[in-house]
């Protein structure tokens, strides 16, 4: 057995959300999720992750998943042997996460200096608007006063346009993106495309199903389109690329912000936007995407504002803007027995 240098452990946790969302064929109403700790007898490092629901991931699944190499991790593994011993997915995010800050930790410098990147400025995020009756998601968009842009999730009924008016007549101030969730057909696609246009709508994500989206390499779309679903990991990037115009990485998705970052500077090689989004998660979740977020077009970092409850300290929403404060995550000035 090799010689245990840090200390692995791990929960589930569940995190209630204020009111259940909806969106395209599943209601959440928390976020259950996996949270990590790796300690070495002087600093910790945490991260937490939800995993990708469609991929059947659960909180069950990645624990069971991070125990399976839990050797591997104790005997010092760094964040690039990571990428070799779990595949992408909630696991390998969550231990990441925890290595990132354990590595902070241990050089006293916030992660952002640690990755080498820029200080962190405030980030545009979109609030996101579940699926319901056109009132209801009309009254949200009025009492998301303070949101500078707007995402409306979608699921291919005949309610769509009826909602996306609503909330356009509420809001007629600010942008507005459509999340599809893969619930379209083709008919609706081409019945909603002049409604998008007329309601100034600026992005569609993931109009079609994994495996169904072909047809948009035929599509002469006016409106730009996001690929979430579809893009899993760098093997997806061909296909892609010849059907939509920007990338969602997901930190869940592609398993880490060491990942992440690699991926967000092919993707813009290969000439697309980059967004980031976000599972169900607290603030723990969203200080990685934070970082990675400083490198996209496109910010979608808002999962903790459906909790009822988030982490002390948690990430700040402040007139559209995303702040997240480095005592949430990795060195802040404190050491690891205070946290």
Not at 36 to 55: C, K, N, Q
Not at 219 to 235: N, R, V, W
Not at 249 to 264: E, F, S, V
Not at 323 to 331: A, D, E, F
Request: glycine letters at 8%; aromatic letters at 6%; one cysteine or more.
């Amino acid at each position: 057995m090799l010689p245990r240098l840090l200390t692995l452990s791990l929960r589930i946790e569940r995190w209630p959300l204020a009111v259940p969302f909806h969106i395209t064929g599943h209601v959440i109403d928390a976020a259950r999720l996996v949270s990590v700790t790796i300690a070495d007898g002087y600093h910790a490092g945490h991260g937490e992750a939800s995993g990708v629901f469609y991929l059947d991931e659960t909180p069950e699944s990645i624990a069971a998943q991070i125990e399976s190499v839990r050797t591997s991790i104790e005997a010092g593994i760094t964040r690039a042997q990571l990428l070799d011993v779990l595949p992408p997915g909630g696991a390998r995010n969550a231990v990441d996460a925890a290595l990132w800050a354990l590595e902070s930790q241990r050089q006293a410098l916030p992660v952002w200096r640690v990755a080498g990147l820029p200080a962190p400025r405030p980030l545009l995020t979109t609030m996101t608007i579940g699926v319901d009756t056109p009132h209801a998601m009309a009254q949200v968009a009025r009492a998301l006063i303070h949101a500078r842009a707007l995402k409306i999730k979608l699921d291919g009924t005949a309610a769509d346009a009826v909602r996306l008016a609503a909330i356009r007549e509420i809001r007629p101030d600010v942008p507005l993106a459509v999340d599809a969730n893969q619930g379209w057909s083709r008919a609706h696609f081409d019945a909603m495309m002049p409604v998008l246009q007329q309601l100034g709508v600026g992005m569609l994500e993931q109009p079609f199903a994994i495996g169904a989206d072909a047809c948009l390499e035929e599509i002469d779309c006016p409106i730009p389109l996001a690929a979430d679903e579809s893009f899993q990991d760098i093997g997806d990037l061909p296909t892609v690329a010849c059907r939509y115009d920007i990338v969602n990485l997901k930190l869940d998705k592609c398993g880490g912000l060491t990942r992440a970052l690699d991926l967000a500077a092919r993707v813009r090689e290969a000439g697309l936007s980059v967004m980031v989004g976000c599972m169900a998660g607290t603030s723990l979740a969203i200080a990685p995407a934070f970082l990675l977020g400083q490198q996209c077009n496109h910010v979608d970092l808002d999962g903790p504002i459906f909790l009822a409850h988030d982490r002390e300290p948690g990430a700040a929403y402040v007139d559209g803007l995303l702040y997240c404060p480095p005592q949430i995550w990795g060195h802040a000035g404190v050491t690891a027995s205070s946290r």
